[in-house]
């Protein structure tokens, strides 16, 4: 199984080099640390960043270098910053190769909801929507059940909706998986995890095509 860690490093090894890469809050920041040797990528952020590094080290934040989480990060050589306008600007003109979000859940069509409990406060939509209306290639990090140990992946989201039918994969604490016409195609498992166990945590159609392997993170 994985930790929160795990995942973001396992989405790390679909960067493909010269990409440009959104990542938004939660477990997708933490991509940044985990790019693979011998590929050059360019994070943006919403709030006006392109060439954010990995986190600081304890002692080194700089507190107005911030990502959309209002979390510190470190740039890059030759990074950037701007307004917004021309931050969205990007997102909306696609100009972005991949973007990595978080989500609460994921139906077996693609679509995501990330943005909003019914009852609960929250402070808005923030880029979300931009990003799943513009992006063309979408990879969810989040845990595969909530923590009444329901699942997360499921055959109709119940939140309000952030996008639909826009997900390519899900990287779970227990799977890698792809989104299909038919369902979610089941692709490598978490470090000792059954595909017995990927089964019992899905609700949404999960799709087993022969011998399951597991992952490599390193």
């Not at 995942?7 to 080099?17: C, G, S, T, V, Y």
């Not at 939660?26 to 943006?44: K, M």
Request: net charge negative; hydrophobic share 45%.
């Amino acid at each position: 199984m994985l930790d929160k860690n795990g995942i973001a490093k396992r989405i790390a090894k679909e960067l493909q080099n010269g990409y440009f890469v959104n990542l938004g809050i939660g477990i997708p920041t933490l991509v940044a640390n985990y790019i693979p040797q011998g590929i050059e990528v360019e994070f943006q952020s919403e709030n006006g960043v392109l060439g954010m590094g990995p986190f600081p080290f304890e002692g080194e934040e700089d507190a107005d270098i911030i990502n959309a989480g209002k979390q510190t990060i470190t740039t890059m050589p030759g990074a950037s910053f701007f307004d917004s306008a021309m931050s969205f600007g990007m997102i909306r003109g696609q100009h972005v190769d991949l973007t990595i979000l978080g989500a609460m859940e994921v139906s077996e069509k693609g679509d995501i909801a990330n943005w909003k409990i019914p009852g609960k406060m929250v402070k808005g939509m923030g880029g979300a929507m931009d990003l799943v209306a513009s992006a063309e290639n979408i990879i969810v990090a989040m845990m595969h059940t909530n923590k009444a140990g329901e699942s997360k992946l499921l055959k109709k989201c119940s939140l309000p909706l952030t996008g639909v039918g826009c997900v390519k994969k899900v990287v779970t604490n227990l799977a890698f998986l792809e989104v299909t016409d038919e369902g979610f195609k089941l692709i490598e498992r978490a470090p000792g995890v059954s595909v017995e166990e990927i089964k019992n945590a899905t609700e949404g159609n999960l799709i087993i095509e022969g011998d399951i392997p597991e992952m490599i993170l390193d």
